[in-house]
């Protein structure tokens, strides 16, 4: 398998090796849903080509797009803690190749190889930091007060 960009680039060789021989490579056609916001969350995946749109439920109205995600990045980060259920819903835009992986054998894997959790933690904590903010920026630009502009 090729060497990922983004959240898994800055684990170790070792590391990285080790949870990549817990992934499948998978390809997912365009206009697919890959989850709800909600629903149980029991895998995630890291596109290796193509995208996912990221999106928030708001009732009475369309999903709007909070975040669209490229090559390197993970697709998902509700498995990691309970109660495992999706804060976002996700859709491909176009046909992606992603490493897929299997929520629960990634966490025996981490529970085994608590240096491997360690890094595979702190590179999702800090996608989830990303995420919220681009998140609050995204709500705010649609549903903040009338006038204010966009945020800078």
Not at 15 to 25: I, P
Not at 54 to 78: I, N, Y
Not at 92 to 104: G, S, Y
Request: a negative charge; glycine letters at 10%; hydrophobic letters at 45%.
């Amino acid at each position: 398998m090729s060497v990922p960009t983004g959240v898994l680039s800055n684990m170790s060789d070792v590391h990285r090796e080790r949870l990549l021989e817990l992934a499948s490579v998978t390809l997912i056609p365009a206009g697919v849903r890959l989850f709800d916001e909600g629903s149980r969350a029991d895998r995630f995946w890291v596109i290796r080509r193509g995208g996912v749109a990221l999106d928030v439920h708001v009732p009475g109205r369309r999903a709007p797009v909070v975040e669209t995600l490229g090559e390197g990045d993970l697709v998902g980060w509700s498995w990691l803690a309970p109660p495992r259920r999706w804060h976002l819903g996700a859709q491909t835009l176009t046909e992606v190749e992603a490493f897929e992986f299997d929520a629960e054998a990634v966490t025996g894997l981490c529970r085994d190889e608590p240096a491997l959790g360690l890094e595979l933690v702190t590179a999702v904590a800090t996608v989830i930091g990303h995420r919220l903010a681009a998140s609050r920026r995204r709500l705010l630009d649609l549903y903040g007060p009338a006038g204010s502009g966009p945020l800078l």
